[in-house]
């Protein structure tokens, strides 16, 4: 999947999916990690796969809660 077309997805979530997809990927990194340090993964692309897409979930969670904030000072 293309980097916009998953931004586009991870934009129309909701928080509450989101933080479920990081669970998730976290625990693939950590299967991913694991796998490699005992020498049975082929594919070492996907780690670094998974790992741009957590950083890509978390910004979008992180962007969210600062305009949360930011609409909240502004009403203030």
């Known amino acids: 999947m293309k980097s916009a077309d998953y931004l586009k997805q991870?934009?129309?979530k909701p928080a509450e999916q989101l933080n479920?997809?990081?669970a998730a990927l976290q625990k693939e990194q950590?299967?991913?990690?694991?796998?490699?340090?005992?020498?049975q993964q082929n594919k070492t692309h996907l780690a670094?796969?998974?790992k741009k897409r957590i950083a890509r979930?978390?910004?979008?969670?992180?962007?969210r809660a600062q305009g949360a904030l930011l609409q909240q000072q502004a009403k203030s």
Do not use: M
Request: net charge neutral.
């Open 10 to 12: 991870v934009r129309g």
């Open 57 to 63: 979930i978390k910004t979008e969670l992180r962007n």
């Open 20 to 22: 479920d997809e990081l």
């Open 30 to 39: 950590f299967n991913l990690r694991l796998q490699h340090v005992t020498g």
């Open 48 to 50: 670094g796969d998974v």
